[in-house]
Structure formats: structure tokens, C-alpha cells
């Protein structure tokens, strides 16, 4: 959260139209199994019914593509069926974005890993695409 908290304030994100929430707990049921996933979102970033950011922030020895499949499976307890869910994994040292649509089918995609440790400091990357996120956002139209 060192790095994060910064990067949510200068991102706008504390700000309306935005409102963020902590240890967000989701629960999935798989269709095959009935079995159900719970989990916990780290902090939820929320506008109207539309989730935006739900970041995993793990530890720094930690690998963010082992928290892909968490972010995903939590991406997919949002209520919001016709506008994407973003996501972003991180631990402070490296970033990845995700989007999920889930009309007509779930499908997900993600960006390139940006690290810290890169040439040029890829915060400023992470950044960028948070404020576009919040942007696009703003700018869709929201269903009630």
C-alpha cells in the first residue's frame, strides 16, 4: 500500500465520482461442481455499481502472475454483466492490468508486466493507465 495509496490519489481514484472499499469478500459458485470459491478483494475501487480496479497486493517476493487467477475469479463475483471489470495485480515492485468481459461469454486480457526495475521506471506507465481507466469509465454510460 507504500506504493499504491499514492498512485490511487494521484489516479483520482479517493475522489467522487469515485468511493474505494478494503478486504472486499466475494463468493463464486462454479457451475460444474458446485463447488464455492471465497476470497478476499484488497481494495475495491467502486463507481455506482461498477467495479473498477480490484487490486491484489501481495508481497514483494511474490509473483504476480500466481495472483491473476485470484483477481479473475474475484473479477467475475461483479454484478456488472454488460461493462468490463479492470483489475490491476500488483505487490509494489511490479504491475499487471487486467480486463474481463463477461456478455456473451467470459473472456479476459491482460497487459504487458511492468516492473519498477525496468528501464525509465515503469510507475509513471502504471500511472498513465490507471487515470485512462478511470477516464473511460467516467465516460461509459451507466445501466441501473
Known sequence: MVVLSPLLDMAGFYDDPFYLRSEVG??????????????RIDVLVLKDRFWILALEAKR???DVNVAMGQALASMLANPEVEQPT????????????????????????NSRLFSLVNPGNDLYEVLKVMKRIGEVVVAEPQSD
Open 26 to 39: 466475494v463468493e463464486i459458485a462454479t457451475e460444474d461442481e458446485g463447488e464455492v470459491i471465497r476470497g
Open 60 to 62: 514483494s517476493d511474490f
Open 86 to 109: 479492470f483489475a490491476m495485480v500488483g505487490h509494489g515492485q511490479s504491475f499487471l492490468f487486467l480486463k474481463l468481459t463477461k456478455a456473451p461469454q467470459p473472456h479476459y486480457s
